[in-house]
């Protein structure tokens, strides 16, 4: 894994980008999953050391979608053929248990959709709430599986102590969550082996989701002023489109029916071609904004964020007709991972 993380001749890492579209026709074929994206809260108590929205940023203007306006945005990701809702925010307690609870359930109730959380580290009650009420799946990136980088860049809060995301994914699976994870590429202080254990991890948590994207820190951050260091120059991994995709590569080969997003986060870097690229070195997901335009800006993790001013209409035209200029097709239902007999 690692030796491929290296690489960097172009004739040995076509060899890596085909196998990996490969295993991803294998195995999830030509159908390209559309995951409708909305972005509910921007408050957040964390303060992770590379995020736009951390809690230190007082003077940030937050919003909290209302109920009526989540439905909303719910009712347009089925009009639009979109199978799936995923609902995202900060780590945010102003979205209450009960709360949330009937809105998971009036979703269900009026579109069918998948539904999909990316809500933080919450406690258990809410997370059993959630799935009870009809939650299918749930993200929280690990983000790096090394446990001293973990902590240099996500200070603990005084609510809930030191975060264990690890044992979080295997909770969700218990509840029956399809757990999702991933981390970020380039990261101050990560090595080629720490990456390559990344990976690893990926495969003995057995995801359902993986979403792997370059890092990139908000200019007004401690990661994005500096203030980390950087691991040898042989040892650190740069956070670009290139490493990205080879970590993209290696995840499908590592976790070949797993379901994994092209992400925004490489539009961002590439705009004409990286979400293609992704698409075509094992991403087999896309994931559509349908944030009401007036709160995209304000949901700003970072900087220059591909896809801020399109509206929802915009966005699904943009997708469909990239998706289907080089060969593929969207996905058609809930688009959850088929576990292959094989693995
Ligand atoms: S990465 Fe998520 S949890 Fe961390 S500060 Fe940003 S929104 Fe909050």
């Not at 992704?278 to 997901?285: D, P, T």
């Not at 964020?305 to 943009?318: L, M, P, V």
Request: glycine residues 8%; neutral net charge.
């Amino acid at each position: 894994m690692e030796r491929w993380l290296r690489e960097e001749d172009a004739s040995c890492l076509e060899q890596l980008w085909g196998a990996a579209d490969a295993v991803r026709r294998e195995y999830v074929g030509d159908e390209v999953h559309l995951r409708g994206l909305v972005e509910i809260s921007s408050h957040c108590i964390r303060k992770c050391a590379y995020c736009g929205l951390r809690a230190e940023h007082r003077d940030l203007q937050r919003y909290r979608m209302t109920r009526d306006e989540i439905l909303e945005c719910a009712r347009q990701a089925r009009d639009y053929g979109y199978g799936t809702v995923v609902m995202q925010s900060g780590e945010d307690y102003g979205i209450t248990r009960e709360w949330l609870a009937n809105i998971v359930r009036a979703v269900k109730q009026e579109t069918g959709l998948a539904i999909t959380l990316s809500l933080g580290e919450r406690p258990d009650e809410d997370l059993v709430a959630w799935r009870t009420a009809g939650a299918n799946r749930y993200l929280l990136r690990f983000e790096t599986s090394d446990r001293d980088l973990y902590d240099r860049i996500h200070p603990p809060t005084s609510r809930q102590g030191l975060s264990d995301r690890i044992a979080l994914l295997k909770r969700l699976k218990q509840l029956g969550y399809e757990a999702g994870s991933g981390v970020m590429v380039g990261i101050p202080g990560q090595t080629y082996t720490i990456l390559a254990r990344d990976i690893a991890l990926f495969r003995d948590l057995d995801l359902d989701m993986i979403g792997v994207g370059p890092f990139i820190a908000h200019p007004d951050t401690p990661l994005g002023r500096g203030e980390l260091p950087f691991a040898s120059e042989r040892e650190q991994v740069p956070n670009t489109e290139f490493m990205t995709y080879k970590v993209l590569a290696l995840t499908r080969l590592a976790c070949p029916d797993a379901n994994i997003p092209s992400t925004t986060a490489l539009a961002t870097l590439n705009l004409a071609q990286g979400r293609e690229l992704g698409l075509m070195r094992g991403a087999n997901v896309v994931m559509p904004n349908l944030t009401p335009v007036r709160y995209r800006a304000l949901y700003e993790i970072y900087p220059a964020k591909a896809c801020i001013r399109e509206s929802a209409g915009d966005c699904c035209d943009c997708l469909l007709g990239r998706i289907r200029a080089i060969g593929r097709f969207p996905g058609t239902g809930a688009g959850s991972r088929k576990h292959h007999p094989y693995i």
